[in-house]
């Protein structure tokens, strides 16, 4: 399997002119419906910042529902395209509530204040639905996983399902930064839960829909096709 194939994912990414994906893609400086550059959040050092939020940068501002993989002989990009608006037409819209933004281990991101159930359902079913587009993943791939002090039933769910953290182990959240130590984590999440406070319309969510992200080698992924669920 070439490593110049591209990648695509199956994810959340609210609206493009929502409060919510204004206040994500400016933190990561990066319009993941475009494909371009956008000017960081007020408050933030520009100098510095890009190494805080390098990492997402590249996956843009989302929630990911199937992670990333490369096509499966004998599949395109329209054979993906054409499951999405299928799957999305029998799946009812999901209310998930309040969002607060928080520290998950070394990184924050905004996760819903309640846990979801059928946000989680919905998560399942990306799983598995869209499982047969996916190419098996390479030998350094999966090496690369594995350095992570995974679980048995990570490693487990890792060979069937090409990720770790699904199921179970799946967690609802749209990132913000990379990994940073905890004076600057602290430092940080205090900016982020200022200036969401005060975002109206961006603390709510409704998961309304869901997109393909595609990926070329060397560049982020961008936002290729979306679907309105229901």
Request: with cysteine; hydrophobic share 45%.
């Amino acid at each position: 399997m070439s490593t110049l194939a591209p990648r695509y994912a199956i994810y959340f990414v609210p609206g493009a002119h929502t409060a919510l994906y204004r206040f994500g893609a400016s933190v990561l400086g990066y319009d993941c419906y475009r494909g371009n550059d956008i000017a960081p959040i007020d408050g933030v050092d520009a100098a510095s910042w890009p190494d805080v939020v390098r990492e997402p940068r590249v996956y843009g501002f989302h929630a990911t529902l199937k992670a990333p993989f490369r096509l499966a002989p004998g599949y395109s990009e329209a054979d993906v395209a054409d499951a999405l608006a299928a799957f999305g037409a029998e799946q009812a819209q999901v209310p998930v509530g309040e969002l607060e933004v928080r520290a998950l281990k070394s990184f924050i991101a905004i996760v819903p204040r309640i846990p979801c159930a059928a946000l989680d359902k919905l998560a399942q079913a990306c799983v598995r639905d869209f499982d047969r587009f996916r190419a098996p993943m390479s030998e350094s791939e999966r090496t690369r996983r594995l350095a992570s002090n995974l679980t048995a039933r990570q490693i487990e769910r890792l060979d069937r399902w090409g990720y770790p953290y699904v199921f179970e182990d799946f967690r609802f959240h749209m990132t913000l930064t990379g990994s940073l130590a905890p004076p600057e984590r602290e430092r940080i999440l205090q900016l982020f839960c200022d200036k969401f406070a005060r975002c109206a319309g961006a603390r709510s969510l409704t998961i309304d829909r869901i997109v393909i992200a595609r990926q070329m080698p060397g560049a982020p992924f961008q936002v290729m096709r979306a679907t309105v669920l229901g």
